[in-house]
């Protein structure tokens, strides 16, 4: 599976953005960007099955839908 590189500093993502984790325990897993958490470096991502989780802003990349 190929993962794109992890967010570079300054990346910018919307909510409904499709993410995926690129680094940490979870890397691979598909999502959907929800918000910022007050902690700018955390987001809130609406994982596939529903679940909202937080995770480090870093570890995230935009999907591709080429």
Do not use: C, Q
């Amino acid at each position: 599976m190929f993962l794109p590189d992890p967010a570079p500093a300054g990346t910018v993502f919307s909510e409904g953005d499709e993410v995926v984790l690129a680094m940490g325990t979870y890397t691979g897993t598909p999502g959907t960007f929800l918000r910022s958490r007050p902690d700018s470096k955390w987001a809130d991502i609406t994982e596939r099955n529903g679940n909202v989780k937080s995770h480090p802003v870093e570890w995230l990349a935009h999907t591709s839908n080429d």
